[in-house]
């Protein structure tokens, strides 16, 4: 049973940056492709981006294109997404999540989920 926690989220001005983390435990990630999604106030959850098992390929949703970049360490058991550029748009609470399917983590058939850190743009 893998367990993912993510970390790195806060309270910043737009056009400022943070780089959230999700740390796993209970077990290895490197054969999971990842994804980072979020859910704003009011709204669905939205697929923001992800990275296979290998970290060969990403993908980010057209909203955060040019502006997140994901990566991840399977070393450390790790993966990342940075945010730059923030926007009072991507005020939500970001998840990361765990799939060993890529088509369907993509859109949001996780096979684990962590529990989310809130990320704030002030205007």
């Known amino acids: 049973q893998v367990q993912l926690v993510e970390s790195g989220g806060g309270l910043v001005q737009a056009g400022g940056s943070l780089r959230l983390s999700c740390a796993a435990s209970?077990?290895?990630?490197?054969?999971?492709?990842m994804g980072w999604f979020r859910q704003a106030p009011g709204k669905e959850r939205e697929f923001v981006g992800g990275i296979t098992w290998l970290g060969s390929s990403t993908l980010t949703a057209d909203s955060v294109k040019g502006r997140f970049t994901i990566s991840r360490d399977n070393a450390k058991n790790t993966v990342s997404l940075q945010m730059n550029s923030l926007k009072p748009e991507d005020t939500a609470v970001y998840y990361c999540a765990a799939g060993n399917v890529w088509n369907t983590l993509t859109t949001g058939a996780a096979d684990y989920w962590g529990k989310g850190t809130l990320v704030t743009v002030s205007s």
């Open positions: 209970g077990g290895t990630i490197s054969s999971y492709h």
